[in-house]
C-alpha cells in the first residue's frame, strides 16, 4: 500500500468522517496541493465534492480514475459565471484558490492581489447565495509579517509588512480577505473560519510543485545537490499532508466561527538551511551535499528572511495533535514521489 493511499484510509476512519458523508462541499483551487488533498480524502470518505477549476485537463491529469467520482465545475473565481452551474445548496465550503508563487507575485501583482479580493468576495456571496453552513477561508503564516524578535506567533498577533515592497501583495491581499470573511459574518451572518497555515507537504504533493521542499526531494531522487539561491536563514514553519487534512476538518466541525486557526507542527519549526543539511545527511546520507548560488539580485522572487515561529496551541485545544514530524514527512513524500515517476 502507498503512503498516499495509507493516508487516505486513516482520515477516511477518522473522527470527523461521519459527519461528512452525504455532504455537499465546494473546493476551490482543486488543482492545487491543498484543494487535491481535500477533494481526494473526502471523495474516500464520500462527501459529493464539487472542484472548482480552471483547467479540468489538469484536474483529470491529477485525480485520474477519480475523476468521474468528482463533480468538475470549470470556471474562474474572479467571475461569477461558474456560479450557474448551481442550482442547490452546499453544505460547506472550502476556498483554497490562492497564487502560491512567489514569481507570479513578484511578475503578476496585480493580479495576485485580484485573485485574492475579487475571488474571495464572489466565493462568499454564493455562500450566502446557496445557504452554505460554514466558509473555510485557507489563508496563510505570512499574514503575521514581521513580529518582535523572539515573539511566537499567535492568532492574536500580526507584525509589520512593508507594502512598499511588491511581494507583500500576497500576505496583504491575504490579510484583507480574513478581514472581508468577519465583515460577511458581522453583517450578514455567514458562518467563516479561518485556518493560517505553514507550509505543507508528504504524498499527494503535484508534479509540477517546486517550491522548496519539493525541490529538496528532487534532489534526493535525482542524486543532485541542494542549491540554496539564499542563505537559508528563514525560518520555516510545516506540516504533514494527512495532519493538514485532519486540521481542517477539525476546524470545520469544532472551530468557533469568526476565529483564526494556525495549522502547524510546532516540532517542525526550522530554518531552510537547517532543513537542506537534514535531508542530506538524514535522508540521503550524504550522497549529495548543500551548495549556495546567490544571485546578486532576487530573480527567483524570494521573499526576504522570515523569523517566524507559529504557535499550534489554539488548534490543539480542539482536540487536534500533529502526528508526523518532519524527517518521516521527507521520507513518505520521497517515496510517494518514486512511485508516481514509476506509474
Avoid at 306 to 333: I, Q, T, Y
Wanted: one cysteine or more; aromatic letters at 10%; charged letters at 25%.
Amino acid at each position: 500500500m502507498s503512503y498516499l493511499e495509507e493516508d487516505l484510509n486513516n482520515i477516511s476512519h477518522s473522527e470527523f468522517a461521519d459527519q461528512l458523508i452525504g455532504k455537499r462541499i465546494l473546493v476551490t483551487g482543486a488543482t492545487g496541493l491543498v484543494g487535491s488533498l481535500l477533494v481526494r480524502n473526502l471523495l474516500r470518505i464520500g462527501s459529493i465534492v464539487y472542484a472548482l477549476v480552471r483547467n479540468p485537463e489538469k484536474a483529470r491529469v491529477i485525480y485520474g480514475n477519480e475523476t468521474d467520482q468528482i463533480h468538475l465545475v470549470k470556471g474562474d473565481i474572479t467571475n461569477q459565471e461558474w456560479c450557474k452551474v448551481f442550482s442547490d445548496d452546499v453544505d460547506y465550503v472550502f476556498h483554497c484558490a490562492a497564487v502560491t508563487t512567489s514569481k507570479t507575485m513578484v511578475s503578476k501583482p496585480v493580479e495576485t492581489i485580484d485573485t485574492a479580493i475579487a475571488g474571495t468576495k464572489n466565493l462568499l456571496d454564493f455562500s450566502l447565495q446557496h445557504y452554505v453552513k460554514r466558509f473555510v477561508y485557507i489563508s496563510s503564516m505570512e499574514v503575521y509579517g514581521t513580529l518582535p524578535s523572539g515573539d511566537v506567533a499567535t492568532e492574536d498577533k500580526l507584525g509589520y509588512i512593508d507594502l512598499f515592497n511588491v511581494r507583500s501583495n500576497y500576505p496583504e491581499s491575504k490579510r484583507l480577505c480574513e478581514n472581508l470573511c468577519i465583515a460577511y459574518q458581522s453583517e450578514y451572518g455567514l458562518d467563516v473560519v479561518i485556518a493560517r497555515l505553514a507550509q505543507t507537504f508528504g504524498p499527494g504533493v503535484l508534479p509540477w510543485d517546486h517550491r522548496v521542499f519539493a525541490q529538496f526531494a528532487q534532489s534526493v531522487i535525482e542524486n543532485e545537490n541542494i542549491v540554496l539561491h539564499t542563505r537559508g536563514l528563514s525560518e520555516g514553519n510545516y506540516c504533514y499532508s494527512r495532519d493538514l487534512v485532519k486540521d481542517l476538518f477539525t476546524i470545520l466541525v469544532r472551530g468557533t466561527s469568526g476565529e483564526a486557526y494556525n495549522v502547524v507542527n510546532e516540532a517542525t519549526h526550522t530554518t531552510i538551511a537547517d532543513m537542506a543539511e537534514m535531508v542530506v545527511h538524514n535522508i540521503a546520507r550524504d550522497r549529495i551535499k548543500v551548495v549556495y548560488d546567490i544571485p546578486k539580485d532576487n530573480s527567483f522572487g524570494y521573499a526576504a528572511d522570515v523569523h517566524l515561529k507559529l504557535s499550534g496551541k489554539k488548534l490543539e485545544d480542539l482536540g487536534w495533535k500533529a502526528e508526523v514530524g518532519l524527517e518521516e514527512m521527507f521520507n513518505r513524500m520521497i517515496e510517494d514521489m518514486k512511485n508516481s515517476k514509476e506509474e
